[in-house]
């Protein structure tokens, strides 16, 4: 644990706050929502593998996770991960290159950012405890090959299948396109 209890619950409503606000608002930035979705869910996590040695938001989505100096945890700590990126992450623990397969593994938002946003904003949550049990059921990431990726980006890049409700999987993009979890 990086900070205590008490610290992460505070740092976690006080960003719950702020994105409450801000979906409220006029301002379309979804970096932004992106930035304060990813926050809670470090923070909400409140460990090594989500938080760096300065206890600042670890962020997975640039590079390769198998280059990371930091993977030990990655296996045990990140909640989802597709069966050809457990395959590649654990054998990169190994020392061992698996060609068939490609190296490069991207943190994937299961719901995309786009949709989370547009479905805060359009149900009007106007309740930071209301905004995180939104997040609590629908907000997850899971770490897929480039590979897996490319099967997302064609049709269900940043929205949900057009027949997804929202008390439904948000893993129905992933199983659309035949991506296969090991978690």
């Avoid at 593994?105 to 949709?115: E, F, N, Q, S, Y």
């Avoid at 929202?166 to 129905?172: D, E, G, I, K, L």
């Avoid at 035949?178 to 978690?183: A, D, N, Q, S, V």
Wanted: aromatic share 8%; with cysteine; proline share 4%.
């Amino acid at each position: 644990m990086v900070y205590t209890k008490e610290e992460s619950e505070k740092i976690v409503g006080f960003l719950a706050s702020v994105l409450t606000d801000f979906i409220q608002s006029e301002v379309r930035v979804r970096s932004l929502t992106r930035t304060l979705v990813d926050s809670i869910d470090c923070y909400t996590r409140n460990n090594e593998v989500f938080l760096n040695g300065n206890r600042n938001v670890r962020w997975f989505n640039w590079g390769d996770l198998c280059k990371l100096k930091r993977r030990n945890g990655l296996l045990e700590e990140f909640p989802h991960i597709s069966n050809d990126a457990y395959e590649v992450l654990s054998a990169a623990e190994r020392g061992i290159n698996i060609p068939k397969v490609p190296k490069r593994l991207i943190c994937d938002h299961v719901m995309p950012v786009k949709a989370i946003d547009e479905h805060l904003r359009n149900s009007q949550y106007h309740d930071p405890a209301d905004t995180l049990g939104f997040l609590n059921n629908h907000y997850r990431r899971c770490i897929i090959t480039t590979d897996e990726n490319k099967l997302l980006d064609k049709d269900l890049k940043s929205k949900m299948p057009s027949d997804w409700k929202s008390a439904a999987s948000p893993f129905v993009r992933y199983e659309k396109v035949g991506i296969k979890l090991k978690r």
